[in-house]
């Protein structure tokens, strides 16, 4: 009996590592555009990840340095960051699979396992990724982006859309998610959720009831490590992992 039928994955941190490789840049790129004097290191970006969304990062930084905006001029430099981004992306080799991902991609849709992106970025950003990352390979049936939901992550909004559009039960799907946003979003929404974090340290809040925790996907060389959830048989988490999982819930 197969209980798995669908896999919804997160994109920035979940399939590649992206935020301090190409989202980073792009804001600091825009910032210069607009002749402010913003700057944001590495150490300034991963506070800001706590918030989730770009416009909303913006907004919040503004009224820390006590240089509020309004919702335009935060929506005019955030259009300039995903210019940015999108041009950074396509002139730079900055974007790599995360270790696991591809091989467990190939094993879903051999299993014909349905697979979807559930993400906060914008529709044409995650196109490009998937685009880059996966060339002609096509392995997701659709995308819900931040141009498809009113509410974004934390709100259960964007993976309840996409278990209504895939019409897929959710105790015969996985999510994989690399931050506390996402993983409130797919847990308020009732689905199975894998955390698998991403290349930024990132401590998960005490009230979120984790019951799957793995360091990576792992590979033949690598081996995955549990941090909670079912002990893998192999050295990494494959299409039989995940049915176990499912049947210990």
């Avoid at 919804?8 to 825009?30: K, M, Q, R, S, V």
């Avoid at 506390?180 to 199975?192: K, N, W």
Wanted: hydrophobic share 35%.
């Amino acid at each position: 009996m197969t209980y798995l039928e669908g896999v919804y994955w997160d994109l920035d941190g979940t399939i590649a590592n992206t935020e301090l490789e190409a989202h980073l840049p792009a804001f600091n790129y825009a910032f210069n555009d607009f002749n402010l004097n913003w700057n944001w290191d590495i150490s300034t970006y991963l506070n800001l990840l706590k918030i989730n969304g770009g416009k909303n990062r913006i907004s919040y930084y503004s009224k820390l340095i006590n240089n509020s905006m309004n919702n335009q001029e935060v929506k005019k430099i955030h259009e300039r960051k995903q210019y940015h981004y999108i041009n950074y992306v396509k002139k730079n080799n900055v974007l790599s699979l995360k270790m696991g991902v591809n091989r467990l991609i190939r094993e879903l849709q051999k299993k014909k396992v349905r697979q979807f992106i559930v993400t906060s970025s914008s529709k044409k950003q995650a196109k490009l990724i998937i685009k880059q990352l996966f060339k002609e390979f096509s392995p997701f049936e659709f995308i819900i982006s931040s141009d498809d939901v009113q509410f974004h992550k934390p709100n259960p909004m964007p993976y309840l859309k996409a278990m209504k559009l895939s019409g897929i039960k959710f105790n015969k799907s996985i999510v994989f998610e690399d931050s506390t946003p996402g993983l409130r979003s797919s847990l308020a929404a009732e689905l199975p959720t894998i955390y698998v974090p991403s290349n930024i340290p990132a401590d998960i809040d005490k009230d979120i009831d984790l019951d799957c925790f793995i360091d990576c996907l792992g590979n033949e060389s690598c081996k995955a490590k549990v941090i909670k959830g079912p002990k893998l048989d192999r050295n990494y988490v494959d299409f039989d992992y995940l049915e176990k999982y499912l049947m210990t819930l």
